[in-house]
């Protein structure tokens, strides 16, 4: 029981220089901080799965949280989505599975709606949603979910001007993220625009795509979209108008689809 | 001993149907012998049918008596087990069982039998914590078990389990023994119980809104053809439900319509609840679901809420839809289809955006965002976005003109030039075939009965021919008339 002590507190200290150096942004220790911690925690048989109910377990299923947190914020910090994604996944138990054994953290809600901001930028709506699901009612009302969820609405009905102007963030964490998302936002305005619009001048179009400098939009569409044109000072989209009126009759499709009927039709008879 | 006696027969005489059900036990009991040494299954079947249909009558008194005489032949376990009866009649039902699993000479399916009605008694009591103990003790003697003409039984003793569980609110405890009988299940080839047990862990899941468990074990689990229409009923369902989340509308929809019609009359809430769902899959598939719907015998006063979400949703009323979810919000909270209901918004938008378009030729943005009744600082902007947005989309056929501030919509092309109606009407009768073909395949043949067809053909050639011979003579006496 002692030895077990003796781990926790070891792993507590590391835990310490570990967050520290997240929070100064240095990030190449606290990878390797993190990388020695995750050694500690397979010693400690308190954790998921095995949940044995050691003296030390209350301090190990804490300490670990704390530790997988950090690793998500440090994954954030280093703008590493895939890590993001990984140490989440194995933090979540310790929201969903440990209610009756430790209490909530301060963090939960942070992680969940960075998370859920990860899954918005990423596209995976379906997953977004399934996570929506498993959220309290409580955990709704929290700011940092909601604004999430809020993103999400907007995005949905095309209200991308809501989307841009939501800077306010619960937590210095969510910033990465917003920013990806405002990439994709322009992404979408531009694909709605060309389907919307025949031609934009160029000073619109800035407004619209929200760049501040004609650079900036010329540099975008060159890069992005090089099939629009670009004519005296506006912007053409290119309009593929397929009316596909039925000149032809398709025989071959419905020579086919007789026949089908013609043979279930047999069958009947 | 003499204690005893009076003891079993006091309740029988209490309650009048006491006999007659005993009869009625002893008849399924029967049913269920005869199938076990025939192997039919369809016995099993109709004697869990019968099971059904008496389980409202159930007595302590004969349910004791059937349990004596199922157990004859041990006289030491049936004289505990009167005596027990004595001191407390409830904890008297939940021992009974135990003693039941250590007499070797009955068949195993009697004693599951036993296990089931007092189960089902039991919750028919509320008696939960005690119906969970017999269901433990049922199960744990089910699994000692390996006999196919177990499979029927132990199918409706899984589902009382489960449903013991949940009345307890502990079902995620059972949630590794349901998945070990689920292997076993498939190990086994019994698809009885295989997709019994499926559809408990999904509901399992669903209960605490896993739903990313339940879509990971029901794609990765074999499922053969559907054995029973319950079972199928409640699959499609949580199919349905799993979708729903998971943004797959189309088809959700199908699933959830499929498990509303498939469902029994008798299914009533279950069939309220597919319909509930159904209704916002389809709002959000953009349909309007008919008004016959929300008026089906008895589900009137429940579909209300979504009632009211339709008409808001039909109108394009972004006011009249807020505060439809915020009057009837506890109700969507309990139905679990609060988030989805979030999800809604945009599609009275939608549905706004189109009727607008549908309605003017040429409209202004300023316009279209005072009857979308956007109130923020950036009203138009946030319109000509969403004008945009569902342009895209394919909601609405418009162009917007950014300097002029106006939308046009295009003409609409003539929709019979294209190969629209063609395929619409293909696709009706390959339905129509599909049906068709499935009714055929579903027809039962009882057995045996294509060899007395061949007799009977024999026998008509024979009559035929002597027919034949008849009117040959009676031709020939003819001409001798002549």
Known sequence: MDSGNSKVLEAQRLYGRLETSIFARNFDSARAFLNQLKVKLTEFSGLPPLYRHTSTQVE??????????QAVLLSVGTEDQESFELHFLQLKPYYTDTRHLIPPSNFEYIMLGLNLLRLLVQNRIAEFHTELELLSPEALKNDCIKIVVELEQALMEGAYNHVLRSRKVPHDSYNYFINLLAKTVRDEIAGCSEKAYDFLTLD?????????????????????????????????????????????????????????????????? | MKEAAPAVSSPDRKDQAGPSLLSHLKSIAALVEKGVSTKEMRLMVRAVRNVMVIKRKLKPGSLAAFVKYVMSTDADSVLQFVKKQEEDKVSMEVDMPSQVSNKPNVL???????????????????????????ADAGIKRLQQLNRRTLDVL??????????????????????????????????????????????????????YNL?????????????????????????LFYLGKIRTIQLEYTDAKDSLMQAARKAPTIAHDFRIQCNKWAVIV?????????????????MKAALRPYFELTNAVRIGDLELFKSVADNFSPIFSRDKTHNLIVRLRHNVIRTGLRNISISYSRISLADVAAKLHLSSD???????????????????????????????SRETGDIYSTQEPQLAFHSRIAFCLNTYND????????????????????????????????????????????
């Open chain 1, 60 to 69: 190990e299923l804490k300490l670990a949280r704390s530790i997988l947190e």
């Open chain 1, 204 to 269: 619109d179009a800035k407004t619209i795509f929200k760049f501040t400098r004609d650079q900036d939009l010329m540099t975008y569409i060159s890069e992005e979209h090089p099939d629009w044109e670009i004519r005296n000072r506006c912007v053409y989209f290119q309009k593929v108008k397929d009316f596909s009126l039925c000149k032809e009759i398709p025989s071959l499709q419905l020579i086919n689809q007789t026949l089908g009927y013609a043979r279930e039709l047999e069958r009947i008879v």
């Open chain 2, 108 to 134: 195993p399916e009697l004693e599951i039998l036993c296990y089931l009605l007092v189960l089902i008694y039991l919750h028919d009591q509320k008696q939960y914590k005690q119906a969970k103990a017999c």
């Open chain 2, 154 to 207: 132990a199918s409706r003793l899984y589902f009382y389990y489960s449903l013991s569980y949940e009345c307890i609110d502990s079902l995620a405890d059972i949630r590794g023994t349901l998945l070990s009988l689920h292997q076993t299940a498939t190990l086994r080839h019994d698809e009885l119980g295989q997709e019994t047990l499926l559809n408990l862990l999904l509901r399992n899941y669903l209960h």
């Open chain 2, 211 to 235: 739903y990313d468990q339940a879509e990971k074990l029901r794609s990765k689990s074999q499922r053969a053809e559907s054995h029973a229409n319950q079972q199928l009923c409640r699959y």
């Open chain 2, 282 to 298: 389809r709002l959000l598939l953009g349909e309007i679901p008919e008004r016959t719907t929300f008026m089906q015998r008895g």
């Open chain 2, 378 to 408: 950036s009203a138009v902007s946030d319109a000509e976005s969403m004008v945009a947005k569902a342009i895209r989309d394919g909601g609405i056929d418009a162009v917007i003109d950014h300097a002029r501030g106006f939308m046009q």
């Open chain 2, 439 to 482: 009714a055929v395949k579903a027809l039962r043949f009882p057995p045996n009965a294509h060899k007395k067809e061949l007799e009977s053909a024999e026998k008509r050639r024979e009559r035929q021919q002597q027919e034949q011979e008849l009117a040959k003579h009676i031709a020939e006496e003819e001409d001798d008339d002549f």
